[in-house]
């Protein structure tokens, strides 16, 4: 009997699998604890564009992702940060400060996505990673400036 999961079955699939089991182990575990449900031809066309939409948008935000990529790229923002003597930083600057940092410019970058190789805690400029999706990157420079 075909079925469709409806959540992970640890040996048989993951959720939205369309697997082949036996008739009473469908309808006596899978069907009966909510996991699965029976694969009608309506279900399957549902499924298959459930599948083809998740993927063309997956598409479209790698395709967006790139795009920012390539203008972010080799690009400097400011961060504007309270600083004592010497030019040293109370704390340090964060990824949060970073994100905002873009946010003012007008990039709406999550601060997960961004890798700071080391705390920056004195003013100046500094290269920062931004990793915007699985390889895909780019390199900005992140000027710290001080408010006294």
Same mark, same amino acid.
């Not at 899978?30 to 083809?52: C, D, S």
């Not at 395709?63 to 203008?71: I, S």
């Not at 100046?124 to 710290?144: F, M, N, P, R």
């Given at each position: 009997?075909k ?5 992970d079955?640890k040996?048989q699939?993951?959720?939205? &699998?369309?697997? &082949?089991v ?10 009966k ?8 031809? @309506?279900k ?7 599948? @083809?939409?998740e #993927?063309?948008?997956?598409a479209?935000?790698?395709? #967006? ?12 923002? @400011? ?9 040293k ?7 949060? &400060?970073v #994100? &905002? ?5 007008g990039?709406d ?7 700071? #190789? ?10 920062v990673t ?5 390889g ?7 000027q710290?400036?001080g408010?006294e």
């Amino acid at each position: 009997m075909k079925v469709i999961l409806l959540q992970d079955v640890k040996g048989q699939g993951k959720k939205g &699998d369309l697997i &082949d089991v036996n008739e009473g182990y469908a309808r006596n575990f899978l069907i009966k604890k909510g996991l699965a449900e029976a694969a009608t031809a @309506t279900k399957i066309n549902e499924l298959n564009q459930r599948k @083809t939409s998740e #993927a063309y948008h997956k598409a479209e935000e790698l395709k #967006a992702m790139r795009e920012l990529a390539a203008e972010i790229k080799d690009k400097a923002f @400011t961060v504007n940060i309270k600083v004592g003597q010497n030019g040293k930083v109370f704390g340090s600057v964060t990824a949060a &400060d970073v #994100a &905002d940092g873009l946010k003012a410019a007008g990039y709406d970058v999550d601060k997960k996505k961004i890798v700071l #190789a080391n705390p920056i805690k004195l003013v100046g400029d500094y290269e920062v990673t931004l990793k915007l999706a699985e390889g895909i990157s780019a390199k900005i420079t992140v000027q710290v400036r001080g408010l006294e």
